[in-house]
């Protein structure tokens, strides 16, 4: 870990001056905020006749599960989930998203009305920016389409009879709102250089 700490802070130094002064503000406080966003959620039921709303807390599904007897008919269906929710930063300065970790299996999310691009997969994580889009007060809503799709982590179009497993449906992964600087390195990825001979030779990917 040490290691990849040092060659990320090398190559951000030596990469440009404007990535540096990131590297050096960060070394005096914290560059981001990671605000957990799993508690007080009110689950709505079907999406197509909600219901009164239940508060829950991720990860959530909208069956109950048993190791026994899972009956996949209980939680496929199109899901509604919401939450109301304050702006964290209200400088105008920085950037904020939202990231969902897991939900299965199709998700449509929205703030404030306004909707965000669809992500299909329920095992993949996805963020979105939503900086545009806060208020004072905001609302998210996700509703999530359950059923069984030809998407991963079903991935068969002949159905799940054709699998060995279930994959129940909700949101089966926590969220958190993430706040970034303005310019921020959002992934890093490095590969040791496995010719050379140096123990700490790598190529970082920014």
Do not use: C
Not at 10 to 21: E, H, T
Not at 56 to 82: F, G
Not at 164 to 187: A, K, W
């Amino acid at each position: 870990r040490k290691f990849l700490q040092s060659a990320v802070m090398a190559g951000a130094a030596l990469s440009s001056p404007s990535l540096k002064a990131i590297v050096d503000r960060r070394s005096k406080g914290p560059a981001h905020l990671s605000i957990p966003f799993d508690h007080d959620w009110m689950f709505l039921g079907k999406a197509a006749t909600p219901s009164k709303p239940v508060p829950v807390t991720l990860p959530h599904s909208p069956a109950k599960l048993s190791w026994q007897a899972w009956e996949p008919e209980l939680w496929e269906d199109v899901w509604l989930y919401r939450k109301t929710f304050a702006d964290p930063v209200k400088t105008g300065n920085q950037r904020t998203f939202l990231k969902f970790r897991g939900a299965m299996v199709t998700a449509d999310v929205s703030v404030n009305g306004s909707a965000l691009p669809q992500h299909k997969g329920g095992y993949l994580p996805f963020a979105h920016e939503i900086t545009s889009l806060l208020r004072d007060s905001n609302i998210v809503e996700v509703r999530l389409d359950s059923r069984f799709q030809n998407v991963p982590p079903e991935g068969s179009a002949k159905g799940r009879s054709s699998i060995d497993y279930y994959v129940p449906g909700g949101m089966i992964r926590g969220v958190t709102l993430l706040v970034v600087p303005q310019i921020y390195i959002r992934d890093v990825f490095a590969k040791p250089d496995r010719k050379s001979t140096r123990l700490n030779s790598s190529h970082i990917t920014i």
